[in-house]
């Protein structure tokens, strides 16, 4: 970005405080992700008996109605990029283990507020919008260990280049998902941020598949959804039709994890 304007008063917003304190000071990690607000996983549950679609979390009125009234979209879109990059930048940086992991526990210990507020409204296409995801990604993944192994399992029967950069094999258990969420975010901090984005990208296309895999296997052969159906989430018509949803919003988040390794490696992820 071309210009960096003068960061806004913290009493204006927090996460405009965070961020100054980030990119002036190289922390990020502690005090300032203070106070947040549990603003949900990106990804939806992933139960097999009741998917959603999926997006990433957004902000809620009454804190997108205090930003609104604190400092413009130019300043926040400023402070976005800026907390990224300061983020990033302190972890690789540093040769203090405890700094990576209090920064790949950060959902854990203070919540995803502060990561809402200044990440989530990020241009698909930039290093806060695939850090929002990376985190987001990591959140869904543990929360929903179980069936997310089950989804790999039926996405990728069995071992193909997929399973080999994703460093994960064809029958995951409950703990392989989890040291895997944990590898693919800390990857991105301390190892090849490109290589990070395109395990996620490779996990992620295998999990959508599964979740196509289970749809067709939940509706009955050429069953058709009606309207009363619609809202009648026990119907196996409106399961797959809602399986086969969150399939295609996690497809689009794999191509957003490829376009980010793309860009990252061309200097231009910003």
Not at 43 to 57: D, E, V
Not at 155 to 179: K, L
Not at 189 to 209: I, K, N, Q, S
Request: net charge negative; glycine share 8%.
């Amino acid at each position: 970005m071309s210009t960096r304007p003068a960061f806004p008063d913290s009493s204006n917003s927090s996460a405009a405080a965070a961020a100054a304190h980030a990119a002036s000071h190289g922390s990020g990690l502690g005090p300032g992700f203070g106070s947040l607000r549990a603003a949900g996983a990106a990804f939806s549950p992933a139960r097999m008996g009741s998917l959603r679609p999926s997006r990433p979390a957004q902000l809620d009125p009454a804190v997108a109605d205090g930003l609104a009234g604190g400092m413009d979209p130019q300043a926040l879109s400023e402070m976005s990029h800026l907390s990224a990059a300061a983020l990033l930048d302190r972890v690789r940086h540093s040769e203090d283990p405890e700094v990576v992991q209090r920064v790949l526990t950060l959902v854990e210990t203070v919540g995803v507020d502060e990561i809402a507020e200044l990440w989530s409204d990020a241009e698909p296409d930039s290093l806060p919008g695939v850090l929002w995801r990376l985190y987001m990604l990591r959140t869904w993944m543990r929360n929903n260990r179980d069936s997310i192994a089950q989804l790999w399992r039926l996405g990728e029967p069995v071992a193909t280049t997929a399973s080999a950069i994703a460093g994960v094999d064809q029958a995951p258990t409950e703990d392989d998902i989890v040291r895997l969420a944990d590898s693919i975010l800390s990857g991105a901090f301390v190892g090849d941020f490109a290589v990070a984005l395109e395990r996620a990208a490779a996990f992620t296309d295998v999990v959508a598949l599964g979740l196509r895999v289970a749809a067709k296997r939940s509706a009955p052969a050429g069953a058709e959804l009606t309207a009363k159906q619609t809202g009648d989430a026990t119907h196996p018509a409106t399961r797959a039709a809602r399986l086969l949803h969150t399939s295609a919003n996690l497809m689009t988040t794999a191509r957003t994890f490829e376009q980010g390794a793309h860009l990252w490696r061309r200097g231009r992820l910003e």
